[in-house]
C-alpha cells in the first residue's frame, strides 16, 4: 500500500509521488533542512485567519492517504488503487495531555491505522482502516468515493466518542459526481499537510473496520437529545441565567443566539436564498434554508423557552446579520495566480474534432469571455455576446461537453431547459446560472432568432422585478450561452449569425478525461489579468460569418434567386433593381407558388449578401443583378 504526496513547485507545476507508510514515518521523523514545520508552528499562535496565507502554504507538501493517486493528461489526481484508509482530523483539544493523550485514546481501536500529530502542533491526524462487508475494496474510483463518504458516517461517531477534541471538516474538495452540491462532503481528495511527529502511533496490522455499503446516507436532522438539553430546567447542570422572559428583546437574543451556537449561515449572493450547515455535521455542507428547515428551527427555538413566532426567525435569517457568500468568486479565488503556464483552454476545445482551423482560437475567447461574464461587473458595456453551436448528429456527446464546461462544486449554475418564452424566467435565469445551453437549437422558432434571443445574448445587465419584488431592479449578467444542433441548416436570421460559432463535428468529442478545471480558470484569470481580450474584433466577426454561411437555412426564394439572376461587379453587365423588382421578377418565371413571408426580410437578406453591390436610389436600395 502506497499513500501518495502532492504539491506544487515555484514553477506552478503539480508534482506527484507515492511512498509506503513506512518511507513516510520516517520522511516526518525530522524536519526537512529549512524547518519549515517547526516555523511554522511558531507562526500559527499568531495567526488570526486560515493557514492557507501563510508564505509556504501554495507550495507545502499535501498527503492523500486514502488511495494511490496517479496524475492524467490533464493534471488531475486520478485513483490506481485505493488504500481503504479514512481521514480524521481532530482539534480544539481537551485531553489534559494534550496530542498525546488523543494519539493514546485512538490508539486503542483496533482499526486505527495511526495517528500523527498535525502540521500545526496543536491537531491530531487520525488515519483508520475499513472495508466493505466482504472485506474488499473498490477498484473504480466513483464507487471507493461513495463508499470512503459511508465510512465516514459510521466511523466518525466512534472516534468522536472517544476523543476529547473536536472534528475538524476540510474544505470544499472536487467531486467525481458532477451533480453533487455537497462541496463539503468527506472524500478520498481530503488531505494533511506534510507535518513533523517523532513519535507517530502506527499499527501496520490494524484490522479494517467492515461498512455496510448499501447503508443510506443520513440527512441533517436535527438531533433531539441535544435539543431537550438546551430546554431550560431539562437537567442541565449550569445555573442559569435570570432573564425577563416577557422582554422582546431579550426573546430575540436568546434566539439568535441559539442559532447561531448550532448552525453556521450564509447569504448566497447569487441564488438570493439563506444556506446553513449543523456545526455537528459540517460534512453535510451547506443547504437551503427552505420552509420545512425554517419551521424546524422555529421550533427548536420555541422548545427551548425563547417565546418568539415564525415570523422573528424569518426576520433574522433574511436580515443581514447573515453574511455574504458569493460561491462563484469563492471558486475562482481558489484558482488565482495558479497557473502552470501549459494552454489548457485551447486543449479542451481541441477534444471537439472539426474541420474549422479557427476553432480553438474562437473558443478560447469565448471561454474568456465566459469567465469575465463571471465576475458580475455592473458597468458593463456588452454582455458574452458570442456563442458556440456545437452541430452534429446524436451521440457525439454534445451536451456532456457543455455540462463538463463547469466544475462539479458549480453545477447548480448550469442549465439546459431554459423556456425562452418566459422572459422574466430567462432574465432571472442569466442572472443566477453561469453557462445556458441552448440544447436543440433547431427547435427555437425563426421569430425568436431573429427577434428576442438575437437581443438577449448581448445583453450586459438585466432589468426585472424580482419574485416577490416591489420594484424592476438591475443585476449583473453573469451566464454565456453555449448551443447545440442535430441539423446543420438552422441560422435563419444573416445579419445575427454573428452571434454564433457555427462547428461541425466530425466525429464524437473524447470526454475519457477530466478537464482540470483549476486550471482551466487559472489561465482564464491570467489572461484577463493581462490585458487579453475577451470579445471578438471586426475580423474575427467577419470569419464567423462567413464560416457560418454553411448553416443558414436557405429558403425557395433564395434558391431561385440564385438560379435566375447572377452577382456581377460592373454596372455596364447588369441593371440596379429594387428587392420588389426582383422579387415581381421571379413571380412571373415561376408562378403564384412562389411565397415570401415577409418582403422586407427578403430585402435584408440581399442586403447582407456580401458579394452583392448596392447603391442607394431616390426610389430606395437599388442592387445589382444581371439576369440569367
Not at 265 to 289: A, D, I, L
Request: charged share 25%; glycine share 4%.
Amino acid at each position: 500500500m502506497k499513500i501518495t504526496i502532492v504539491h506544487t513547485n515555484n514553477k506552478k507545476q503539480l508534482l506527484v509521488s507515492n511512498k509506503t507508510m513506512e518511507k513516510l514515518l520516517e520522511r516526518i521523523a525530522k524536519d526537512d533542512s529549512k524547518n519549515t514545520v517547526t516555523h511554522f508552528r511558531e507562526y500559527v499562535t499568531y495567526m488570526e485567519s486560515g493557514y492557507e496565507y501563510y508564505k509556504d502554504m501554495p507550495t507545502w507538501m499535501h498527503i492523500y492517504p486514502a488511495a494511490e493517486f496517479a496524475k492524467d493528461d490533464n493534471n488531475n489526481l486520478k485513483m490506481k488503487t485505493c488504500n481503504g484508509i479514512l481521514l480524521l482530523k481532530f482539534g480544539n483539544i481537551t485531553d489534559v495531555d494534550g496530542v498525546e493523550g488523543v494519539k493514546r485514546s485512538v490508539a486503542m481501536l483496533p482499526s486505527t491505522f495511526a495517528a500523527l500529530e498535525g502540521a500545526d502542533g496543536k491537531s491530531v491526524i487520525v488515519l483508520v482502516k475499513y472495508s466493505n462487508e466482504a472485506n474488499l475494496l473498490p477498484a473504480e474510483e466513483a464507487d471507493a468515493e461513495r463508499l470512503y463518504r459511508i465510512a465516514y458516517q459510521q466511523i466518525l461517531p466512534v472516534y468522536q466518542a472517544i476523543a476529547k477534541a473536536s472534528v475538524l471538516t476540510d474544505g470544499p474538495k472536487p467531486s467525481i459526481e458532477a451533480g453533487s452540491n455537497l462541496s463539503f462532503e468527506p472524500s478520498m481528495h481530503n488531505s494533511f499537510m506534510m507535518t513533523l511527529d517523532a513519535k507517530p502511533y502506527f499499527n501496520n496490522k490494524a484490522m479494517a473496520m467492515k461498512i455496510d455499503s448499501n447503508a443510506r446516507s443520513q440527512s441533517p436532522a436535527p438531533n433531539m437529545d441535544n435539543v431537550q438539553q438546551s430546554i431550560p430546567g431539562s437537567g442541565a447542570p449550569e445555573e442559569e441565567k435570570k432573564v425577563d422572559k416577557n422582554s422582546v428583546r431579550e426573546n430575540i437574543m436568546s434566539m439568535m443566539q441559539l442559532l447561531k451556537s448550532k448552525y453556521n449561515f450564509r447569504y448566497n449572493t447569487v441564488m438570493k436564498f439563506v444556506e446553513y450547515m449543523p456545526k455537528e455535521k459540517g460534512w453535510y455542507g451547506f443547504q437551503p434554508v427552505d420552509p420545512r428547515v425554517q419551521k424546524r428551527m422555529t421550533l427548536e427555538v420555541q422548545l427551548a423557552d425563547i417565546r418568539v413566532s415564525i415570523k422573528d426567525v424569518r426576520n433574522f435569517l433574511e436580515s443581514d446579520y447573515i453574511k455574504n457568500y458569493n460561491p462563484i468568486d469563492e471558486y475562482l479565488f481558489q484558482c488565482y495566480d495558479k497557473w502552470d503556464g501549459k494552454d489548457h483552454i485551447r486543449a479542451l476545445a481541441r477534444t471537439v474534432p472539426t474541420n474549422n482551423p479557427y476553432w480553438a482560437d474562437w473558443f478560447y475567447t469565448w471561454f474568456l469571455g465566459m469567465v469575465d461574464q463571471w465576475r458580475g461587473f455592473t458597468h458593463r458595456q456588452y454582455g458574452n455576446s458570442v456563442a458556440p453551436l456545437l452541430i452534429s448528429k446524436q451521440g457525439y456527446n454534445k451536451s456532456t461537453f457543455c455540462r463538463r464546461l463547469l466544475p462539479p462544486e458549480l453545477q447548480w449554475g448550469y442549465s439546459d431547459n431554459l423556456v425562452l418564452s418566459e422572459k422574466r424566467q430567462v432574465y432571472q435565469a442569466m442572472a443566477q446560472f453561469m453557462v445556458i445551453n441552448l440544447d436543440e437549437f433547431n427547435q427555437i422558432s425563426p421569430q425568436v432568432q431573429q427577434g428576442f434571443l438575437k437581443n438577449l445574448i448581448q445583453l450586459p445587465t438585466l432589468k426585472y422585478k424580482p419574485p416577490y419584488g416591489s420594484h424592476v431592479m438591475e443585476f449583473p449578467r453573469l451566464a454565456s450561452f453555449i448551443a447545440t444542433s442535430n441539423m446543420k441548416d438552422i441560422l435563419t436570421d444573416p445579419s445575427g449569425n454573428r452571434r454564433f460559432i457555427g462547428v461541425e463535428l466530425t466525429g464524437p468529442i473524447d470526454v475519457s478525461v477530466r478537464p482540470n478545471y483549476q486550471q482551466l480558470f487559472a489561465q482564464a484569470l491570467t489572461a484577463l489579468r493581462n490585458g487579453e481580450k475577451s470579445y471578438f474584433d471586426a475580423e474575427q466577426v467577419k470569419l464567423i460569418m462567413k464560416n457560418n454561411y454553411q448553416f443558414e437555412v436557405v429558403e425557395p426564394i433564395d434558391q431561385y434567386f440564385l438560379l435566375y439572376f447572377e452577382l456581377v461587379d460592373d454596372e455596364k453587365e447588369g441593371e440596379y433593381l429594387t428587392a420588389a423588382e426582383i422579387f415581381d421578377y421571379l413571380k412571373k418565371q415561376i408562378g403564384s407558388s412562389l411565397k415570401v413571408n415577409s418582403l422586407m426580410g427578403f430585402g435584408r437578406k440581399l442586403a447582407n449578401m456580401n458579394e452583392l453591390k448596392h447603391k442607394r436610389f431616390a426610389d430606395g436600395m437599388k442592387y445589382l443583378v444581371k439576369k440569367k
